[in-house]
């Protein structure tokens, strides 16, 4: 299954919302009716955490600003008001089947 | 506290061997499906592979460009996972990620790395 993110480049002024797109080249709804669709964050220098799975549900401490939407092979991540801290790659990735899948990342970088 | 820390790697030559450890800690290890992700210097994440639990079979999967040569095994009884490369290749150069899976492919923690060099 082949990830493809949108924008790869995404800079921000603080405050004001982001938005960053994914598209899986097959449907990631299973028959339970979710996505096995993941958002992770990696900050400078640091590792890769969760932020959303299943398509919607923000991970254990992950802020509300974040919220994610989509099913089947369309997903969004936004950002309602963005925050130094939320410098980084954003990678989309499909939890589905095996091998799993990365999108390229995107790059998100305040103005 | 969930821990999964990394260890093995180093600089080795292209067509060499090298195994990788994660020490887990924190959590019931034989319960859970581990895997391994790597990101070459300055490019994104790539999936290598992972292992289920021994409860749900213990089979591994592996991404294209490493099955036949990268095998994943754990030690449920010491808490570590591992990940033998064999006919490494100078495109294997990566830091190579220990993950906890929690469903289908989600993993929500991760180590902190381990770097791999493949290089003559």
């Known amino acids: 299954i082949v990830m493809t993110q949108s924008p790869l480049s995404l800079p921000v002024t603080p405050g004001e919302p982001a938005s960053i797109s994914c598209r899986s080249s097959?449907?990631?709804?299973?028959?339970?009716?979710?996505?096995?669709l993941d958002w992770y964050l990696q900050r400078p220098g640091q590792s890769p955490q969760l932020l959303i799975y299943l398509g919607s549900t923000r991970a254990s401490g992950v802020p509300d600003r974040f919220s994610g939407s989509g099913s089947g092979t369309d997903f969004t991540l936004k950002i309602s008001r963005v925050e130094a801290e939320d410098v980084g790659v954003y990678y989309c990735?499909?939890?589905?089947?095996?091998?799993?899948?990365f999108g390229q990342g995107t790059k998100l970088q305040i103005k | 506290e969930v821990q999964l820390v990394e260890s093995g790697g180093g600089l080795v030559k292209p067509g060499g061997s090298l195994r990788l450890s994660c020490a887990a800690s924190g959590f019931t290890f034989n319960n859970v499906w581990m895997s391994w992700v790597r990101q070459a210097p300055g490019k994104g994440l790539e999936w290598v592979g992972r292992?289920?639990?021994?409860?749900?079979?213990?089979?591994?999967d592996y991404a294209a460009p490493v099955k036949g040569r990268f095998t994943i095994s754990r030690d449920d009884i010491k808490n570590l996972l591992f990940l033998q490369m064999n006919s490494l290749k100078t495109e294997d150069t990566a830091v190579y990620y220990c993950?906890?899976?929690?469903?289908?492919?989600?993993?929500?923690?991760w180590g902190r790395g381990t770097l791999v060099t493949v290089s003559s």
């Open positions: 097959q449907s990631l709804l299973y028959s339970n009716g979710h996505s096995y």
């Open positions: 292992i289920k639990s021994t409860t749900d079979g213990g089979t591994t």
């Open positions: 993950i906890r899976v929690i469903l289908g492919g989600t993993s929500d923690y």
């Open positions: 990735m499909q939890a589905l089947q095996a091998p799993h899948t």
